[in-house]
């Protein structure tokens, strides 16, 4: 125990001295270094011996690392090995486990979704089911993260989980085999209208994310589309390596997507290109949906798009993490993803918004609800190649601005208490008057009718009679009688999605409400200037070749 903790120091140590080597002498150096690892050794002890509970090194050593990195910028990092593991396993768009997204609502953990074709939607898992034994531990009172954790585990082995499931008076057992789960990054992809696809890229850039673009792209012309939606609302980021390639298939051969600067005099700038580029005589017309969660690799292909002018950027401002982190292994299975770089446009607009102030919960949720505003000059030194002024140091500013129309935060509370406690007793048949909506496994690949699952004045009487009883025996959740009326008609949606994402998944689901989209529809209507925008790009840049 005492190497492993020692290695986990050292290595600590030489993560500090990364930034602070090169200014001091070589003799320095090294007399520094020595002063550091006692001082972090002694320091470590101290605690260790004398904190009011025990303490083992390894976390201790863990903290350490990742609080040093903290410091730094917001995104560098340390994984431990389990960490590290699911990391590699989730950019590779697949991970082992039962293949479910689960809920922690109302201080217990649920089903909230069996994927298609994975072992939990084999074994009759649906929404709403309560995780109550897992492997002969009660697990009533663990939160989602530690069902999480029990839930995976190497491929091939079992698993055996007990579920209280509405409707149904005897708990349920079933045994699941863990399997490789895909987690494909395009959430779903359809043609939206006639003519437009729609391709949601949503779920991070993994080693499978253009390729499913591609192949999206090419049933959709199968299909006669002649403009395209893409959508990365949400997205995280991921692989550079796959936003190249999604711009790959966009612009022409040779067009900059992206620069990498490090510090100075360490590396040169890197510039990375279109390689192939995009075999198109007339460019399809292309809209980008971007939101506040919009971040990393995501910015890269939005901001891309927008510069070279090849389609237009609709939607809200992007998160604007412009860091470029280098995955360096350690000893044990360990990993750090250390800043090494930053990301700048094809103009040179820095990505990144500014982290030197604010805490983490600043920089990390209030700018996503818009409660901090991003530092971007005003000036025009940032043009497209058709001359527009664009700005920097802040995410991605849209072409189009188009507000989200996100839950309130009474909404969001009403939607993780009562709401889906309602919905749970609904589609298991406990709804006086509905038996209609009583449900069965979960069916993919449903055509959905627009008369499915419509939710009647009598359906939301009896959601304002279970919440006034919910909110009776809750009264430390605040919600008031008053907070559920004034928010029936947001109900009366949110209950129809959720019954729909019960019945046939969450991407029937939403292409059931894509009506209330407003920056979808809005991205829609401005297609044809999308197009006529990339024509004229197109124009100039042949002209400028002659």
Not at 81 to 96: C, W
Not at 365 to 391: F, H, Y
Not at 519 to 545: D, F, H, I, V, W
Request: glycine letters at 8%.
């Amino acid at each position: 125990m005492k190497k492993g903790w020692q290695r986990f120091l050292v290595c600590g140590l030489m993560i500090a001295l990364l930034a602070g080597s090169a200014l001091v002498r070589p003799s320095a150096a090294a007399d520094e270094t020595s002063k550091l690892y006692s001082d972090y050794i002694n320091a470590v002890e101290i605690v260790r011996n004398n904190y009011v509970e025990p303490l083992e090194y390894d976390v201790l050593s863990k903290m350490a690392i990742q609080n040093m990195l903290h410091t730094l910028d917001p995104h560098s990092n340390f994984y431990d090995r389990k960490a590290f593991d699911e990391f590699r396993s989730e950019q590779g768009s697949q991970y082992y486990g039962i293949g479910a997204t689960i809920i922690g609502r109302d201080r217990a953990v649920y089903v909230q979704e069996p994927m298609k074709g994975a072992p939990a939607s084999r074994a009759g898992l649906r929404y709403g089911d309560q995780f109550s034994v897992i492997d002969g531990k009660d697990v009533e009172k663990m939160s989602s993260e530690q069902i999480k954790n029990l839930l995976r585990g190497p491929q091939g082995t079992k698993v055996k989980i007990t579920v209280k499931r509405p409707g149904v008076t005897e708990p349920v057992t079933v045994t699941i085999e863990r399997a490789a789960v895909e987690y494909p990054s395009v959430f779903d992809s359809y043609m939206v209208r006639p003519g437009i696809g729609y391709i949601g890229l949503t779920r991070g850039f993994h080693s499978t994310t253009s390729e499913e673009v591609s192949s999206a792209i090419a049933r959709f012309k199968e299909q006669g589309m002649t403009s395209l939606v893409l959508d990365v609302r949400n997205n995280p980021g991921g692989y550079l390596e796959e936003a190249i390639r999604v711009c790959d298939q966009f612009l022409q051969r040779g067009q900059l997507v992206v620069s990498q600067r490090g510090r100075e005099g360490r590396q040169p700038p890197i510039n990375r290109v279109a390689e192939r580029g995009s075999q198109e005589t007339s460019p399809l017309p292309l809209v980008v949906l971007i939101n506040g969660f919009s971040a990393s690799a995501s910015e890269i292909v939005a901001g891309a798009i927008q510069d070279h002018d090849r389609g237009l950027l609709v939607g809200e401002n992007s998160f604007g993490k412009g860091l470029v982190q280098t995955i360096i292994p350690m000893s044990g299975g360990t990993a750090l993803t250390l800043t090494t770089q930053r990301y700048y446009t094809p103009s040179g607009r820095l990505i990144q918004r500014d982290y030197s102030s604010g805490s983490s919960y600043e920089y990390f949720v209030k700018q996503r609800q818009g409660e901090t505003k991003a530092d971007k000059p005003s000036n025009d030194q940032w043009r497209t190649d058709l001359g527009r002024p664009v700005v920097s140091g802040g995410g991605i500013d849209p072409d189009i601005k188009v507000p989200s129309t996100n839950p309130t935060r009474i909404q969001n509370q009403l939607g993780n208490t009562g709401l889906f406690m309602f919905v749970r007793e609904l589609i298991g048949g406990q709804v006086a008057g509905a038996q209609n909506f009583k449900l069965g496994a979960i069916e993919f690949n449903h055509p959905l009718k627009p008369n499915e699952f419509v939710v009647t004045d009598e359906i939301m009487n009896a959601y304002r009679a279970f919440m006034a009883n919910f909110i009776k025996a809750r009264p430390e959740w605040g919600i008031t009688p008053a907070m559920v009326d004034d928010n029936m008609d947001w109900a009366r949606r949110e209950i129809r999605e959720e019954v729909l994402t019960a019945a046939y998944g969450s991407a029937t689901a939403q292409r059931a409400l894509v009506d209330l989209d407003k920056q979808l529809q809005r991205a829609m209507t401005e297609l044809p200037n999308a197009g006529e925008l990339a024509m004229r790009a197109k124009t100039a840049r042949r002209t400028s070749r002659q």
